[in-house]
């Protein structure tokens, strides 16, 4: 993308003016959770640490190389989106495909879309099983840890395996992709997911948060607490596409609300020791 918008601009200029100064508009301001949202993960780390060599150094370098390379590479695709298309004609949705079909017969490269459309799917792949593993791997440590029934740390015989954690996990998230699509369009749908995604994403910062205040690292605290609060009033804020407003309110309620009190039955009935249906005695 990015050397397709370097051979756009050199031959016809740029289709949107680039200005490096913010603008405030309510239209946008829901994308600050998103964009908080996606410079997160570092966090899943600390399941890893007995797995680290040297984890206090290779973490905290780990986390400043990840930063500035995730930092470029959003930046300078967004430009490169910018310089191809108006950013009224990008959308969430297909903005690899609309820049790409824009970019291709202007410069004479028929081929270009449909290998981005290819590379934008193996990116989505590659995605699915990066956030899949790291994501499963998080009941899987406190099923370990016994704060979850016991089979969620129960590892596959021959692939070695948290299967129980990603087969749950498969299975509530193709729940969520079907309900959130009742009474709505796919855009608005979309937009609903990625606002529960970041609301439940950012409810265990709170908690990381207080606890870093209490270690004494005042200033990590404040920063990233106000992030965090910033990320889940944003992520509130329906997006201008959104048509039914208190739909979107209340999907987006009752899935947080659904998500926070099915782990505080799971870890409460685990944690008084009642037996559970996926208890192994």
Known sequence: MIALAWMTWVRRGTATPIDVFPRFSWRTVSFSAAIAFAMS????????????????????R???????ISSSFYLLGTVAFLVVLPSEQISELNGFAETAGAAGPLLNLTWVA??????????????????????????FAAGVDHLL???????????RTPYVSILVLGLIAS???VAYQLGDTMRAAFDELVSLMLLTGFLPFVYIFWSTWKAGKRLSAVSGGAVTLLALVCSVIPP???????????????GTLAVVLSACFLYRSRKSGSPLPLRQE
């Not at 966090?43 to 973490?59: L, S």
């Open 149 to 159: 029934p016991e089979a969620f740390g129960r590892v596959h015989p021959r692939w």
């Open 62 to 68: 780990a986390g400043w190389i990840a930063t500035a």
């Open 175 to 177: 729940f969520f992709l």
């Open 114 to 139: 449909p290998l981005i459309c290819f590379l934008a799917l193996a990116s989505g792949l590659g995605l699915l099983g990066g956030i899949g593993t790291a994501t499963s791997r998080m009941p």
């Open 41 to 60: 993960g570092m966090e899943g780390v600390g399941m890893m640490v007995e797995e680290i060599r040297k984890p206090e150094r290779t973490i905290r």
């Open 240 to 254: 201008e596409e959104i048509a039914n407003v208190w739909l979107f309110e209340a999907k987006l309620a009752a």
